[in-house]
C-alpha cells in the first residue's frame, strides 16, 4: 500500500498489488486497484496492466473473470495480435476445445495485416496439429487460402 502511493507512476508496483489481492480472492478490492492504477499511471501502461491482471486472474484467480477483463480488452483493441495470442495462450492452459477454436476463429475473421493474419493461422494449424485432426487441419489450411484468396482480389481491384 505504502509503496503504490510512493512510486504509484510503477506499473510492477501496481501488479504486485493487485497479485495480492487477486490471490486473497478479493476481486472488489483488485477492481478497485485496477482503476486506482490507471489513474495513476500513463496512458502507454494500461494496456500493459490491464492484461497482466487478466493474466493473473486466468492463471491464479477467477479464469471467468480473466476472460472478461481480456473480452473488454479486445473489444478496444482488436487489432492487437499480441494480446490475442497471450488470451489463447491461456485458453489452451485451460483445456476448453470449443473455446480455443472459437476464439481462433474470431481471431481469423479480423481484418488484419498479412503478417498477423499468417501468425494466427499458423498457431491455429499448430494447434490443430497437436489437439485436432487431419479434417480439422484441412479446415484451417482452406480458411487460410480463402483469406490469401480474398486479400488478393482486393489488391487486384485497386
Known amino acids: 500500500k505504502k509503496a503504490a502511493k510512493k512510486f504509484s507512476y510503477s ?3 501496481w501488479l504486485a498489488y493487485i497479485r495480492s489481492a487477486v ?3 478479493d476481486s472488489e478490492k483488485a477492481r478497485k486497484l485496477l482503476d486506482r492504477a490507471t489513474q ?4 502507454h501502461k494500461h494496456i500493459k496492466i490491464l492484461t497482466r491482471t487478466a493474466l493473473l486472474e486466468m492463471k491464479e484467480g477467477n479464469p471467468e473473470r480473466g476472460r472478461t477483463m481480456f473480452e473488454g480488452i479486445l473489444r478496444n483493441y482488436p487489432r492487437r495480435t499480441d494480446i490475442w495470442s497471450v488470451y489463447i495462450d491461456q485458453e489452451i ?3 476448453d476445445i470449443q473455446r480455443i477454436r472459437a476464439l481462433f476463429e474470431r481471431a481469423t475473421h479480423l481484418d488484419l495485416n498479412a503478417k498477423s493474419m499468417k501468425f494466427l493461422f499458423k498457431r ?3 494447434y490443430e496439429r497437436s489437439h485436432g485432426n487431419t479434417e480439422r487441419m484441412t479446415y484451417v489450411k482452406a480458411r487460410a487460402m480463402e483469406y ?6 482486393n489488391n487486384n481491384d485497386e
Do not use: D, F, H
Not at 40 to 43: A, M, N, Y
Not at 148 to 153: F, I
Open 11 to 13: 506499473a510492477k508496483i
Open 148 to 153: 490469401v484468396e480474398r486479400t488478393l482480389n
Open 124 to 126: 491455429y494449424l499448430e
Open 23 to 25: 490471490l486473497k480472492n
Open 40 to 43: 495513476s499511471l500513463p496512458k
Open 93 to 95: 492452459k485451460q483445456g
